[in-house]
């Protein structure tokens, strides 16, 4: 009673469209989980973002939940996840997600969960890494180690969504490195982002990721870009 007294003075709302939720609903209504663009890229292993690394890194697989468009649900979502404080979006994400890559074969072999991690300063100033409760709902579903402590970023800057496509680039490959053992040795990572864009994140993660011997790489982010 005391909830439902909640939900009538705070009415809950959609994050993708900020339609006010049904009972049966939770942080996405069911219009917005409709015409949400999937991409499907778990069905098909040679899909246009494990693509988008041919010839820069050998990714295992790589793929992402939806498309992102311009002033569409998913940009909402980001935007509401990233600077808004709503974290459960990242979960959410990660529960619907981490059911289509359980039958991603090439994943079995995946050892450890591994965020693109925000600089000091920038996780101080925002609270939160937006991947985080994205990465950890994806341990839980399908019982993997979220290590957050082996990618780190050395080198604070400002939103890439601010940048342009020379500004997200430019010096990007010194920006990340890695703290390991003995113990990471061949083992097999899934880097998370929240977003694929030109995929010079993601890269300069990976070579960091890559000084480790033995060590594989697959990419897995809730959306990517598409003109």
């Known amino acids: 009673m005391f909830e439902s007294l909640i939900n009538l ?7 993708g469209c900020s339609s ?4 049966n609903e939770n942080v996405i209504c069911t219009v917005c989980r409709h015409d ?24 295992i697989h790589t793929s992402a939940l939806f498309y992102f468009h311009k002033k569409g649900i998913v940009q909402e979502l980001i935007h509401n996840l990233k600077y808004k404080g709503h974290e459960e979006i990242g979960t959410i994400l990660g529960e619907w997600y981490a059911e289509d890559l359980k039958s ?37 579903t399908l019982n ?23 500004g997200r680039t430019e010096g990007i490959a010194t920006v990340f490195d890695v703290s390991y053992t003995e113990k990471d040795h061949n083992k097999h990572f899934l880097l998370i982002d929240d977003v694929i864009t030109t995929g010079a994140t993601l890269e300069a993660c990976s070579r960091a990721i890559l000084k480790i011997p033995g060590a594989k790489i697959s990419v897995v982010c809730m959306a990517m870009a598409q003109s």
């Open 9 to 15: 003075f705070f009415p809950k709302v959609c994050s």
């Open 144 to 166: 993997l180690t979220y290590n957050d402590s082996l990618l780190l970023r050395n080198v604070y800057s400002k939103t890439q969504s601010k940048k342009n496509l020379l």
């Open 104 to 140: 991603i074969e090439l994943l079995h072999s995946v050892d450890e969960i591994i965020p693109v991690p925000l600089h000091r300063r920038k996780l101080k100033e925002r609270g939160y890494n937006q991947v985080t409760a994205f990465g950890r709902a994806l341990s839980l």
């Open 20 to 23: 006010f939720l049904l009972t």
């Open 36 to 59: 949400i663009p999937l991409t499907n890229h778990h069905l098909n292993p040679d899909n246009d973002a494990f693509k988008k690394f041919y010839g820069r890194i050998p990714v």
